[in-house]
């Protein structure tokens, strides 16, 4: 986002004395805006459906039944890259449990998702349900667009929190937020900043994917967790799935998925490195 926009816009909502240090939390996103238009011929982005995969695909599983396909993001289709080290041609797709049993605050979770990279100049088709998907798990599929945006930090993350600013003030943040990211509800997104129904999710990702179970205090602070905690830096959002009437996804009480992965493993296409996190109301 042009800096000076940025400025003038921190202005109009109050955060002018904050404008400099907003800006220098900012990361690139894109909302994956829902459209009815399919293009003919193209391997779109988008949600539920189908995934397109390529020849030999195996459907990932999950105690022995097979995953719910979530979201596809065709990277060619994207008109400018981001900050981080995401591939420039071919397609990722996202997979999770039919049953969302899994809330991605235990370690045992791992395996109840999945997210399967297909480089470019590989044929794609489209894969055939698998036997033993539920009816209701087969989403209704639904076109995405990209639309880039400018992502902050969320009004109680720690860095906002070091801001400073009054109750009133983190109102008005939590708006001017919406505006730099653009589009709307249903907040799909790729890369940036996430919108937590709940908590930060970077400590709990570093943590539970080192074997330390999350869903209560006593794992964040173990001796162990202090060890680990400076790693949390190094987890980024790859997606972000809302709870989405179109497409009959409803992730808990009105939830969401987050897709997260490690930037030394996304830079070296360690898909099967990631970790999944839901959260709800």
């Known amino acids: 986002m042009d800096k000076e926009l940025f400025r003038q816009k921190a202005n109009t909502f ?13 990361r690139p996103c894109f909302r994956m805006v829902g ?5 003919s011929g193209t391997i779109q982005s988008k949600i539920g459906g189908q995934p397109d995969v390529s020849l030999g695909f195996g459907w990932p599983m999950w105690k022995d039944l097979p995953l ?3 979201a596809q993001v065709n990277l060619a289709n994207l008109k400018s890259q981001v900050d981080l080290p995401l591939p420039t041609q071919g397609l990722i797709a996202f997979f999770y449990s039919q049953d969302q049993e899994t809330w991605g605050f235990d370690p045992k979770d791992r395996g109840s998702w999945a997210i399967s990279y297909f480089p470019e ?6 894969a055939p349900w698998p036997e033993g998907l539920s009816e209701f798990a087969r989403y209704p599929e639904k076109a995405l667009e990209p639309v880039k945006g400018f992502s902050l930090p969320d009004e109680w993350s720690r860095q906002s929190r070091s801001l400073g600013l009054t109750n009133e003030q983190g ?9 730099c990211e653009g ?8 890369v940036g900043y996430p919108n937590p129904v709940q908590n930060e999710m970077e400590l709990e990702c570093q943590l539970v994917s080192n074997g330390i179970y999350c869903g209560d205090p006593e794992g964040y602070q173990s001796e ?12 980024r959002l790859i997606l972000q799935v809302d709870s989405d009437e ?3 996804m409803m992730w808990g009480d009105v939830g969401m998925i987050y897709y997260w992965m490690r930037v030394q493993d996304l830079a070296a296409r360690n898909f099967d490195r990631s970790w999944m996190i839901l959260q709800c109301c």
Not at 121 to 126: A, C, H, I, M, V
Not at 172 to 179: C, G, K, M, Q
Not at 183 to 190: D, E, I, R, T, V
């Open 121 to 126: 100049g590989g044929e794609l088709s489209k």
């Open 68 to 70: 719910s396909f979530i």
């Open 171 to 179: 109102e008005t943040f939590a708006e001017f937020r919406d505006w």
């Open 224 to 235: 162990e967790a202090r060890s680990l905690q400076s790693g949390a830096e190094d987890w």
């Open 246 to 248: 179109d497409s009959g």
């Open 35 to 39: 459209s009815r238009a399919a293009v």
């Open 14 to 26: 109050g955060l002018s004395h904050v404008a400099e240090q907003l800006y220098s939390f900012g």
């Open 183 to 190: 589009a709307g509800a249903p907040y799909h997104k790729l």
